[in-house]
């Protein structure tokens, strides 16, 4: 006898019509009433794989006509849902027009990990129940990853696979996924943007004068003339000592997907002219300027960034495109001029 945790008044029945009726609900958490002493007496957790679910993909859970070349016809996933961790078999498409691995996992509502040959498998589910959670309430991955182990196995967390990593790569890529979209820049956004702003993911203000978007490339400078204030952007520069980042230790080689292509500048090109910058005379610390000396007083071993600067419009509040820096020794006007350069260039 068998049971599901997550369907609503279904009644409690055999291994075959427990299979037939998760043929769309794969993920679902499944019970089996297990004997002792010859009574039936209490339930333990089992897997639809191992009933003989088989998730059937790009022909509507119905089994692919054409044979694998190679291989067999069948690979076993580790997927990763809002109830926690689950192993699936999955049957993938093997017709001689079919799409790619990776968009045959997509179409089925599944992100994976990897691009060749994955393993792991997230659903579209728990990607966007995550970027729900971590805006709203602040959760961190690591506190929801470890809350989905726990939903898999609330007595021994530690037995049930790790994949931390994978998660933090998956939310990454996603993210930069959803970024792209609401610029519009898969739907050719691009053809009608001024140059200047073209690949941008960030939002500009739109009360700031924008020529080529809110504004007449071919405004006179007598009209110009006539109403100055119109016409001209006012910028101020910030600094946030508290925004520090520490080294990673995880991924030494993890890079940034968005680089200069947002609100922060783009990486290599700052730190190569950071290099050409000479260091500060320390200033006398009998100034006790707040600012500065938190800037200096900052451990920076472990730091990769002791704070960060950002150009905003005064008028309107609204961070500039590419016109965040990092601060790696405290504040100095080096970066503030590679800011403000960036991001009226």
Request: glycine share 4%; proline share 6%; with cysteine.
């Amino acid at each position: 006898s068998f049971r599901c945790q997550d369907c609503i008044q279904i009644p409690i029945i055999c291994q075959g019509c427990m299979v037939t009726a998760h043929q769309f609900n794969p993920l679902h958490r499944i019970q089996q009433r297990t004997e002792h002493n010859n009574k039936k007496n209490y339930w333990v957790s089992t897997e639809l794989s191992s009933l003989g679910l088989v998730i059937r993909l790009n022909h509507t859970m119905e089994s692919c006509p054409h044979k694998p070349l190679t291989g067999p016809p069948t690979r076993k996933f580790t997927a990763v849902h809002t109830n926690g961790l689950h192993h699936t078999v999955v049957a993938l498409c093997h017709c001689p027009d079919q799409p790619s691995i990776m968009a045959q996992l997509l179409r089925a509502g599944f992100f994976p990990a990897t691009t060749e040959r994955p393993q792991t498998i997230f659903s579209l589910a728990v990607i966007q129940d995550f970027r729900m959670q971590t805006h709203e309430a602040g959760t961190t991955a690591h506190a929801y990853h470890s809350a989905l182990q726990r939903q898999t196995d609330p007595t021994f967390k530690d037995r049930v696979d790790d994949r931390y990593r994978e998660f933090l790569r998956v939310i990454q890529v996603w993210g930069h996924i959803e970024d792209q979209i609401r610029t519009g820049l898969p739907f050719g956004i691009n053809q009608h943007l001024p140059e200047f702003h073209r690949d941008c993911l960030a939002v500009i203000c739109p009360a700031c004068p924008q020529p080529g978007i809110n504004m007449s490339r071919e405004t006179s400078k007598e009209h110009i003339k006539g109403k100055p204030h119109l016409f001209t952007c006012f910028l101020a520069a910030d600094g946030n000592f508290r925004l520090v980042a520490k080294e990673k230790n995880q991924d030494e080689e993890a890079r940034s997907l968005a680089s200069g292509r947002a609100y922060m500048v783009a990486d290599d090109p700052y730190w190569t002219y950071l290099e050409s910058v000479h260091d500060d005379i320390e200033c006398e610390t009998c100034t006790n300027h707040k600012a500065g000396q938190l800037g200096r007083q900052l451990n920076s071993k472990h730091l990769r960034s002791r704070g960060k600067a950002v150009i905003n419009c005064t008028r309107h509040t609204i961070v500039r495109p590419k016109a965040m820096v990092d601060f790696p020794k405290g504040e100095r006007y080096s970066n503030i001029d590679y800011a403000l350069a960036s991001t009226i260039n």
